[in-house]
């Protein structure tokens, strides 16, 4: 058994996350061990975020990514937030910086609490979504799904935040449509080479809208930042709002909205909260965890 290592278990707006501290080793958080913590209930999750010491200069942190199906993912907004706030309540500190696959993450934590993660650049050329046909126009591209004259859906925005989204634009609740059905369907169309997070949006208003999502690699989620980043940008992009908008995101357990602001620079700035719900020890080659005895939140910190 290798060495053990501490994790937290948090949530961003239920987005399921376990936070391992993998400061101090060299390796990675095996794909096995994904699969085994997702296949508990104890600690079934959306994604994993792994801190490893920072490998370049100027950044605080590498930060790996794993959904639950052991697949290694470039963005992830809600656990983002969460590293955020595990960092700040181990070091006081309230700015970090992180390095991903993805690029270099700035982050900072309010007086609130809620956080806020610069997401970097969007990305709209088509080869580097990546999808499988040129498009010269990405924020509409063909792709339907239902009875050819009357399509359930269609016409996504697509674009990469770091990972691949398509975002459909529904003119009613999004939990009206069967996402459990259509989801796997899309995020395994051939028009989606690397796959796809699918995001079904409703605008509601100028300022606002209403999502919920179909991750790549862990299916049905209660959040997804970085889609909620995606459907933010494409809307404003496609003029059905602006660059600020709130999102409620439909399957969220709480109402607490994230706000999305595509700034002038072309940084997507996610504000949000964080939560954590219990801490342990993990063999991150494994997957066997122990659960810390019960501790304040403040103990544990
Ligand atoms: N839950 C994450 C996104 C995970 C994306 C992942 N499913 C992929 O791109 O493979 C978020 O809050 O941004």
Known sequence: MSQQVEFAKMNGLGNK?????????????TPQAAIALNGDPETQFDQIMAIHDPK??????????LNCDGTKAQ?????????????????GRKVFTFQTVAGILNAREHEDGTI???MGKPVFAWDKIPLSEEFF??????????????????????????????????DRDPMDFDLERFGP???NHPMFPEKANITLAQVT?????????WERGAGLTLACG?????????AARTGRTGRHVTIDVASAPTRQPLVIEWREDDHVVMTGPAEWEWSGKIDPVTGTFERDAEQSEAQVR
């Not at 996350?17 to 958080?29: A, F, H």
């Not at 208003?205 to 999502?213: A, D, G, I, N």
């Not at 970085?226 to 494409?234: N, Y």
């Open 205 to 213: 208003s100028k300022s606002s809208l209403r999502t919920r999502t």
């Open 137 to 170: 126009d990405t924020s509409r591209i063909e792709l339907q799904i239902g009875p050819i004259d009357a399509p359930i859906l269609h016409s996504p925005s697509a674009m990469s935040m770091g990972n691949p989204h398509a975002v459909f634009w529904i």
């Open 226 to 234: 970085s889609a909620a980043c995606a459907a933010g940008v494409s």
């Open 75 to 91: 963005a992830c907004g809600n656990g983002t937030r969460c590293v955020v706030q595990a960092l700040a309540s181990e070091t």
């Open 56 to 65: 370049l200069d100027g950044t605080d942190a590498f930060i790996d990514i």
């Open 185 to 187: 369907m899309l995020e």
């Open 116 to 118: 806020s993660v610069d």
């Open 17 to 29: 996350i376990l936070v391992v501290d993998m400061r101090g080793r060299k390796d990675m958080v």
